[in-house]
C-alpha cells in the first residue's frame, strides 16, 4: 500500500470518527488558511486560496481550495447552493495552470476514502511540468 494511500485511509477513519455535521475534523488547511502554517501561495482571492503541495507529484503541483470551506469537505458533499464556489475554484486551477504550466496540466480532484483523498476539505490539484501519463491510477 503506497503512502498516499494508507494516509488517505488514516484521514477517511477520522473524518468518519468525527462530528456528524458535516464539517469534518480540522485540517492542515485550517493551519494555513489561519496564518498559523506558511503556504508558498500562487493566487489568493476572497473565496480561494491556491499554493504550492509540500509533497509534490510532479514538477509543478498547486492545491486551490476554498477559504470557507462550508460543508465541502469533499466534492461529493456539495451542495447545489456550492455551484458557484466550484466553479470558480475550477477556473481558478485552469488560470494556475496556464500560468505555471503552459504546455499543458491535469485536474485532479480525490474523493473519499477509494479516491485516496487525504485531507478532507475539498481541494483541486493542479499538477504540469511534464508529460503526464495515462491511464491515471
Known amino acids: 500500500m503506497s503512502d498516499e494511500v494508507a494516509a488517505a485511509k488514516a484521514a477517511a477513519a477520522e473524518y468518519k470518527s468525527s462530528e456528524n455535521d458535516g464539517a469534518g475534523p480540522a485540517t492542515a488547511f485550517d493551519n494555513i488558511l489561519s496564518g498559523k502554517w506558511p503556504s508558498d501561495k500562487v493566487h489568493e482571492d476572497d473565496l480561494a486560496l491556491a499554493f504550492r503541495d509540500i509533497t509534490p507529484q510532479a514538477p509543478k503541483h498547486i492545491l486551490v481550495i476554498p477559504k470557507n470551506r462550508d460543508g465541502l469537505t469533499k466534492l461529493s458533499n456539495a451542495r447545489e447552493d456550492q455551484k458557484d464556489i466550484l466553479g470558480h475554484l475550477l477556473y481558478v486551477a485552469q488560470s494556475v495552470g496556464k500560468k505555471?504550466?503552459?504546455?499543458?496540466?491535469?485536474?485532479?480532484?480525490?474523493?473519499?476514502?477509494?479516491?485516496a483523498q487525504s485531507v478532507y476539505h475539498l481541494h483541486v490539484h493542479v499538477l504540469g511540468g511534464r508529460q503526464m501519463g495515462w491511464p491515471p491510477g
Request: glycine share 18%; aromatic share 6%.
Open 100 to 115: 505555471e504550466c503552459p504546455d499543458g496540466f491535469r485536474i485532479v480532484i480525490n474523493d473519499g476514502e477509494h479516491g
